[in-house]
């Protein structure tokens, strides 16, 4: 099981993209065949297999990676060959000085891994083919370009959905956990209960660092895309809502772990925690009105309702907590402050 895990995806590649990279390499080949018919196109099937990714973003990257990698790898052949001759040794030689130049100038690593595989084969199969050096070039050139023009022209995948629905699930998350804690700080609890608390405040971040990861590939599919213009709003609006939360996850969790750390059972008998629950309750349900306007409006088709109001108003007033209470008090204060700040977009 183990050893399968390292060989096998969670989910198959979308079918397009099996069936692009299959016609960009088949078209390379008999491109490349047509120009350099002395050649098997062997690095020109290589080159399209490589660029088709599955955003434009991506494509241009491999595409630049490709040809890089075999530009670099053949100076670096011819230049050896051209000092030392086609002894078996400087092989090894092209090998070491393409890792040592690769290293020095900071490249990928698919530029730093293709020059020395280039200068290899080069110094290894080009000492008997005197063009070889410039068939490759030419090669990998016509790969590239036909598989990123293939990439371009058949249906460019747009993923924003995954991005949107993991916004919207860290919205619900953290809405929840204010919810949580409103119900928790005026009520008597157990340490499960406190424990529990805590548990769910620390998986918002888990969930945060999914979202971010799903809008970074969301941006890499509109990037040089077509169809980027038109889905241009969707993302923003994504975005905007997960620079809303990334604080809010914080001051969220900020607010868990005081509450857990500082309870006692008298709290509940402090006019100023029921004052803070009740403004937790109202941020819950306004952080959940900017996620509808921000990402449900840009998904599925909603039953039209009419719009509710948010709940967030003017600041609540603090009267002087027990000597006991009083860390614990501002500090949620503080963080209730910054959260509403961030719902409300006012930070004067």
């Known amino acids: 099981m183990r050893l399968t895990t390292l060989v096998r995806a969670n989910s198959r590649i979308p079918l397009l993209q099996a069936v692009k990279t299959s016609a960009a390499t088949i078209i390379a080949w008999f491109v490349a065949l047509a120009i350099v018919p002395s050649q098997m196109p062997v690095f020109a099937a290589v080159g399209a297999l490589l660029v088709v990714q599955p955003s434009l973003h991506q494509s241009f990257g491999k595409a630049i990676e490709r040809s890089i990698g075999v530009i670099g790898g053949v100076v670096i052949a011819t230049g050896l060959n051209m000092l030392f001759g086609g002894a078996s040794w400087v092989v090894l030689v092209a090998i070491v000085v393409s890792i040592m130049v690769a ?3 900071r490249l990928s690593a698919g530029s ?8 290899m084969l080069v110094l290894s199969i080009g000492a008997a083919t005197p063009d070889y050096s410039l068939y490759r070039i030419l090669e990998t050139l016509i790969g590239v370009a036909i598989g990123f023009a293939i990439n371009a022209a058949v249906v460019p995948p747009v993923i924003l959905d995954p991005a949107e629905r993991d916004a919207a699930a860290l919205a619900e998350a953290v809405a929840d956990q204010l919810d949580a804690l409103a119900v928790a ?24 660092e999914k979202a971010a990861a799903s809008l970074r590939v969301a941006e890499e599919s509109l990037t040089l895309n077509p169809r980027g213009g038109r ?8 975005k905007k809502l997960l620079n809303k939360l990334g604080p809010l996850t914080t001051r969220t969790a900020g607010m868990s772990r005081a509450f857990h750390d500082h309870y006692d059972e008298s709290l509940r008998s402090e006019a100023s925690v029921r004052a803070i629950a ?21 998904m599925e088709p909603q039953l039209e309702e009419a719009p509710e109001a948010p709940m967030l108003t003017a600041p609540i007033v603090i009267h002087e907590p027990h000597p006991d209470h009083w860390i614990l008090i501002g500090s949620l204060m503080e963080d209730l402050r910054r959260v509403r700040e961030e719902i409300t977009g006012d930070y004067s």
Do not use: V, Y
Not at 112 to 119: E, G, R
Not at 231 to 238: A, D, Q, S, W
């Open 103 to 105: 290293w020095a100038a």
């Open 112 to 119: 730093s891994n293709q020059i020395p595989i280039s200068a």
């Open 278 to 298: 009740e403004q937790l309750r109202r941020a819950a349900h306004d952080l959940r009105l900017i996620a509808d306007a921000n990402i449900l409006d840009g």
């Open 185 to 208: 700080l005026p009520s008597k609890q157990t340490r499960a209960e406190r424990d529990s608390l805590m548990i769910s405040a620390r998986l918002l971040r888990p969930m945060r």
């Open 231 to 238: 889905n241009r709003e969707r993302l923003l609006n994504t």
